[in-house]
């Protein structure tokens, strides 16, 4: 099965001591840019609502994660890698106060991952000679 989001294992360590801190029942979204930049940010129940322009991605540590419909389309042939660093990131993110930020990377998916989750695969450019 190929997951649309995963994390490192420092990233699920963070996901970890914040569900001791805040409880069990934290959340992802990943912003697509403004005040928290593009940045995957970790809230509590009730801080920000999904609907129907939100695609789910699948769960980080036992917590869900979403995307923003429009972003989605951007990033779907993209596998989400959500890892720590170090510093200050979002605003709105609970690992703020800890110093440490949740950074979003990617890698493409294959062909075959593609074929896997229906995606088709993205249109090539064809650049002059």
């Known amino acids: ?12 360590e963070l996901v970890a001591f914040l569900k001791t ?5 934290l959340m992802f979204h990943q912003s697509g840019g403004c005040c928290d930049n ?21 769960d980080i540590g036992g917590c869900p994660f979403y995307i923003g419909k429009a972003q ?9 890698i959500i890892d720590v660093i170090e510093g200050f990131g979002g605003t709105f993110s609970l690992e703020g106060p800890e110093g440490k930020a949740f950074h979003t990377r990617s890698r493409v998916f ?4 593609l074929a896997e989750l229906g995606i088709d695969k993205p249109a090539t450019s064809s650049l002059p000679s």
């Open 1 to 12: 099965m190929v997951n649309k989001v995963i994390a490192t294992e420092t990233a699920l």
């Open 21 to 25: 801190k805040h409880g069990p029942a």
């Open 38 to 58: 593009s940045a995957a940010n970790c809230y509590l129940p009730g801080e920000i609502t999904m609907g129907a322009g939100d695609v789910y991605l699948g």
């Open 72 to 80: 989605y389309v951007y990033w779907q042939h993209t596998q989400l």
């Open 110 to 113: 294959t062909d075959a991952e």
